[in-house]
């Protein structure tokens, strides 16, 4: 008797070429990308989770919500995180969160969070080039401008 298991297929679709797309040089184009495709009726009512997936010229391949949580803080599931990293061929990411409070400073919670997901990335060659936290009133704080990527 055969052994049944389902057939797994990936496969991926981008609607936009290359040339059309954003190429990320700093932290300001990355935190103008995200104030731009943020839901702006939500930024100061609950905690998103989303990356900026990049080719190995930094040009944006997309954005994608990892997680909506609640007023202070959501759940971001690395697997999730990956699975769309690896199955987008992305070479280097971009993370990004939004503080309701308008806080710039990032928790410890938000640090370690980093950090796990900078050794992720690692076994899997792929780069995580910055961390930022936005806020209601346009304002954003860098990881990797203030050092601490």
């Known amino acids: 008797m055969k052994t049944k298991v389902n057939e797994i297929q990936i496969s991926y679709h981008g609607n936009q070429t290359i040339n059309n797309n954003f190429k990320i040089g700093c932290s300001q184009d990355a935190a103008k990308l995200a104030f731009e495709h943020w839901d702006q009726n939500h930024i100061e009512m609950q905690e998103h989770f989303k990356i900026l997936l990049l080719n190995n010229s930094n040009i944006v391949k997309g954005i994608y919500e990892v997680s909506k949580g609640g007023i202070t803080g959501t759940l971001v599931d690395l697997r999730i995180l990956f699975a769309v990293v690896l199955k987008s061929l992305s070479t280097a990411i971009i993370l990004l969160h939004n503080h309701p409070s308008g ?3 990032p928790s410890e919670a938000d640090r370690q969070l980093t950090q796990k997901i900078i050794k992720a ?25 203030q050092g601490i990527l």
Do not use: W
């Open 103 to 105: 806080t710039l400073k």
């Open 121 to 145: 990335g690692e076994l899997l060659d792929v780069k995580v080039l910055d961390h930022l936290i936005i806020t209601p009133n346009k304002e954003y704080y860098s990881f990797a401008d």
